[in-house]
């Protein structure tokens, strides 16, 4: 992929986010995967068993989502030089989430800051998967921290990785990784075997860009509150005790980062996790904190795009 697309879709990125009028691949693959799942649970499972179907369900919609993509820019830039290249842009740009990201928290942050908790519940419900209805403003203001860190390195971090490797069908080939983590990924009775598959995969997706997001996020730290240092620190000391093996990374660099704890006890469809706390208690968590995530998520998001581009400019590799 040239740097040229890359840069430009991270400006689009930046400017428009996600509205909800421009047709987002990513709505379609979440539709796809409801689809696939009902057809699944309803002819498959019972004869070839919950974790083979939930590995059919993985690849069918990780290959359509990297086949459709390079087939669609392969047919524009045949009937089209101009029309492959917009569809090379829009397809990149479509898989980064910085602008919908910071106005997601910024959201919760508006409703916290006008005395509403029921509102700052219910914006939070939209972008966690965790139970939100009797969660304190501290808990909450917690929730959103941890959702920056963990996106950071999901929806911007990692499909930037991915587009430099391989351009806009592998980004969109991750995307779909991630969807199905989302989605079916969890520990539950119901997904403990059908979503073995998505989970694990979207583990090993993220091994590289979840590090390189806790490096840069450690870099941005040192920038804006000259806590480098101490975000490096706690996400060598407290990384690894999250149960994810990439989301505890960038969330104990922004725990540093910041000056507190996130982490604790959650409620996951119903099922109490009781996971660590990340960080010291140096500050407790304020809505002020929220706006300092998204400086440093939006920093991290630029660093890596620079790096990218200069690594892909050094070595040739566009």
């Known amino acids: 992929m040239h740097p040229a697309f890359l840069s430009s879709a991270f400006g689009l990125d930046l400017l428009m986010g996600d509205p909800l009028w421009l047709p987002h691949p990513v709505r379609l693959i979440g539709k796809g995967i409801v689809v696939l799942e009902t057809l699944l649970r309803r002819w498959f499972v019972s ?5 083979f179907a939930g590995c059919l369900l993985w690849a069918t ?31 990149s740009y479509t898989c980064l989430a910085t602008k919908s990201l910071g106005d997601a928290a910024r959201g919760v942050s508006d409703a916290l800051s ?13 972008i966690v998967s965790r139970e939100t209805e009797d969660l304190s403003e501290k808990a909450v203001i917690r929730a959103t921290l941890e959702t920056v860190a963990e996106n950071t390195s999901d929806g911007i971090v990692a499909p930037l990785f991915y587009l430099a490797l391989g351009g806009p069908a592998l980004a969109m080939a991750y995307k779909a990784v991630n969807t199905l983590d989302s989605m079916v990924g ?14 694990k995969c979207d583990d090993w997706a993220n091994y590289l860009p979840a590090r390189i997001t806790g490096f840069l996020m450690c870099v941005a730290a040192s920038l804006h509150f000259r806590r480098g240092i101490q975000a490096l620190k706690i996400m060598r000391r407290d990384g690894h005790l999250h149960d994810s093996p990439n989301a505890g990374l960038s969330e104990a660099a922004m725990a ?5 704890q996130l982490g604790g006890p959650n409620t996951y469809k119903g099922i109490l996790k009781e996971k660590p706390w990340l960080g010291d208690a140096e500050q407790k968590p304020t809505i002020k904190h929220i706006e300092d995530s998204i400086r440093l998520m939006r ?20």
């Open 186 to 199: 969890y520990r539950s009775p119901q997904y403990r075997d059908f979503g073995w598959a998505s989970a």
């Open 299 to 318: 920093s991290t998001a630029m660093l890596m795009c620079f790096s990218v581009i200069l690594v892909m400019i050094f070595t040739g590799s566009f």
């Open 47 to 51: 004869r070839l068993g919950e974790k």
């Open 256 to 260: 540093g980062g910041l000056g507190i």
């Open 61 to 91: 919609l990780v290959l359509l989502s990297f086949g459709t993509t390079y087939l669609i820019i392969a047919i524009g830039t045949w009937m089209h030089p101009a029309l492959g290249m917009f569809l090379i842009l829009y397809f």
């Open 114 to 126: 006008s005395a509403s908790l029921p509102l700052a519940q219910k914006r939070l419900s939209q």
